[in-house]
């Protein structure tokens, strides 16, 4: 099409046909191409009225062919494909006959959002008309891997101004919500530049006794404005923070009084000073400690042994606590100043855990059954002599007869059903998970296994000894330089005898360990 129309319309189809309806248009083939029609195969040719196509005076297919070659970070050109229902999670465009595109309802430009008046940080989305003609940048491309008539499919966003590569802090982004967790509380996001983001119970208010209501608000699909707040590294995550709480926190950060506020926002790692008191949520409890976050991705731990009243609060409950100790590993000891206030445990929470807890319980018990019971009864019979006959003999007798020596075979049996019933707990208790597994869909079942994978990663993060290869694959991949990680990889082999796998282990940490 004339460039004219492309950049005097925003409908430059509609327009086109409006001004040449029933005239004549000179314009230049392309290509020809085959499409079945019915039960035959139709002929159509490719035309082209593009200014500088029109210009081209080679007769060469490459000359005036479609564009193929997308980079990230390119502009181009698309049009919105009509008929789009709203609820889907993009919007469907078609860059050329050969490319179509995908933008995700967070990629779009600003003059399509709409502030939500409800909650804070809420945006609702003016999704565009079909056939209209917007300029989008390429932020990822996929190339089919059958080609047929297209070729691939472009990952676009309507708003130009976005870093497809950097996670700026301070920078207002858009992000849909995928997961929101509820133990302990957090929100994951999916940002316009494709990558992940989470939204910590210490980043969505001030006031930290409403987190817990306001976490509600986040629906699956919404989209909300937020700050990027922090990217760690090794293993990258980002972080966001709530606009709200974010606005807060550059008006206040530079006032006397901001350093003495408990429920400030710790953006940074380095904000957390020895001897510096804050308020903190209960993010995990473990054995021998609880992890408690003081800040968005920030967690430190209380030792229950210190601390024998923190065992029995539930998980986000607010707690006020002090920084005992930071090691060079940037691990935060933390101890108890006073708890803020406590969280009734979720009902929901509590069911399978009694479940699964009764099993063992009711085996105890009928393990001690069988262990009292009460011991055979001892009949002394007069000396028969030699008379092999039953003659004189009542049957009382010789059943008492046939019981003798019935308490040197009870230990091992004894034994035995001890040893069977330790089988049994685990496998009972099993049973009972996978029975609530199978009660679950397939969603929760998904956001389960989430959950625990994040919560053995916290308990990774606080130094807690890892019990399995995955939880050693997790500390490597964060710090695989570390030689005290790989030599307790291997000794978690030698301690299970199996040397082929240690050996393997430590010829994989010296071409993996970095010399410097």
């Known amino acids: 099409m004339s460039s004219k129309f492309l950049v005097d319309s925003l409908f430059?189809?509609?327009?086109?046909?409006?001004?040449?309806?029933?005239?004549?248009?000179?314009?230049?083939?392309?290509?020809?191409?085959?499409?079945?029609?019915?039960?035959?195969?139709?002929?159509?040719?490719e035309l082209t009225m593009a200014d500088a196509k029109m210009a081209e005076s080679r007769k060469k297919a490459s000359a005036v062919a479609f564009t193929t070659e997308f980079?990230?970070?390119?502009?181009?050109?698309?049009?919105?494909?009509?008929?789009?229902?709203?609820?889907?999670?993009?919007?469907?465009?078609?860059?050329?006959?050969?490319?179509?595109?995908?933008?995700?309802?967070?990629?779009?430009?600003?003059?399509?959002?709409v502030q939500g008046p409800e909650h804070d940080g809420e945006v609702f989305e003016s999704l565009p008309k079909g056939g209209e003609m917007r300029l989008a940048k390429v932020i990822g491309v996929v190339k089919m891997k059958k080609k047929n008539h297209g070729v691939g499919v472009l990952n676009l966003s309507f708003d130009l101004q976005a870093n497809t590569r950097m996670f700026q802090p301070g920078k207002r982004v858009t992000g849909r919500v995928t997961e929101v967790s509820r133990h302990p509380l957090w929100v994951k996001f999916h940002l316009p530049s494709g990558q992940q983001a989470t939204l910590c119970a210490t980043a969505i208010a001030s006031?930290?006794?409403?987190?817990?209501?306001?976490?509600?608000?986040?629906?699956?699909?919404?989209?909300?404005?937020?700050?990027a707040l922090r990217q760690d590294q090794n293993p990258q995550r980002n972080y966001v923070c709530a606009e709200g709480r974010y606005e807060a926190y550059l008006k206040q950060k530079d006032q006397p009084t901001a350093a003495e506020n408990p429920?400030?926002?710790?953006?940074?790692?380095?904000?957390?000073?020895?001897d510096m008191t804050c308020d903190g949520f209960v993010a995990k409890h473990t054995p021998g400690a609880i992890l408690v976050e003081i800040g968005p991705g920030i967690i430190g731990r209380i030792r229950k042994l210190h601390h024998p009243e923190i065992t029995t609060v539930p998980l986000n409950s607010i707690v006020s606590v002090k920084v005992r100790q930071i090691d060079s590993e940037n691990r935060i000891s933390l101890s108890l100043v006073r708890i803020v206030s406590q969280v009734a445990p979720s009902q929901e929470r509590k069911r399978p855990a009694a479940a699964v807890e009764s099993t063992p319980v009711a085996v105890k018990k009928e393990k001690k059954q069988e262990v009292t019971s009460e011991p055979a009864e001892k009949v002394e019979l007069s000396d028969p002599g030699f008379d092999w006959s039953n003659a004189g003999f009542r049957p009382e007798d010789l059943a008492a007869v046939g019981k003798l020596g019935d308490d040197d075979v009870a230990s091992p049996v004894g034994k035995a059903t001890t040893a069977d019933m330790?089988?049994?707990?685990?496998?009972?208790?099993?049973?009972?998970?996978?029975?609530?597994?199978?009660?679950?869909?397939?969603?929760?079942?998904?956001?389960?296994?989430?959950?625990?994978?994040?919560?053995?990663?916290?308990?990774?993060?606080?130094?807690?000894?890892?019990?399995?290869?995955?939880?050693?694959?997790?500390?490597?991949?964060k710090d695989p330089n570390s030689a005290e990680i790989w030599i307790r990889y291997i000794t978690f082999f030698l301690e299970k005898n199996d040397l082929t796998k240690a050996r393997a282990t430590a010829e994989r940490a010296l071409t993996v360990i970095n010399y410097r």
């Open 263 to 274: 429920r400030r926002l710790l953006a940074d790692r380095n904000d957390v000073l020895v």
């Open 207 to 227: 006031n930290y006794d409403k987190v817990e209501q306001l976490i509600t608000h986040f629906k699956q699909d919404c989209i909300f404005h937020l700050y």
């Open 12 to 45: 430059p189809l509609e327009e086109f046909i409006k001004r040449n309806h029933k005239k004549n248009v000179v314009v230049k083939i392309m290509n020809f191409v085959s499409i079945k029609k019915g039960g035959s195969t139709v002929r159509v040719a």
């Open 422 to 477: 330790k089988s049994e707990k685990p496998t009972e208790s099993k049973k009972e998970r996978m029975k609530d597994l199978k009660t679950m869909t397939k969603e929760e079942q998904i956001m389960e296994k989430e959950r625990r994978l994040v919560n053995r990663e916290v308990e990774l993060s606080g130094d807690f000894e890892p019990e399995t290869q995955e939880d050693f694959a997790r500390l490597l991949k």
């Open 71 to 113: 980079k990230t970070g390119d502009s181009v050109r698309c049009f919105v494909i009509p008929n789009q229902e709203m609820t889907a999670k993009n919007i469907r465009v078609e860059v050329n006959p050969l490319w179509c595109g995908q933008i995700a309802h967070e990629a779009i430009s600003d003059d399509m959002k």
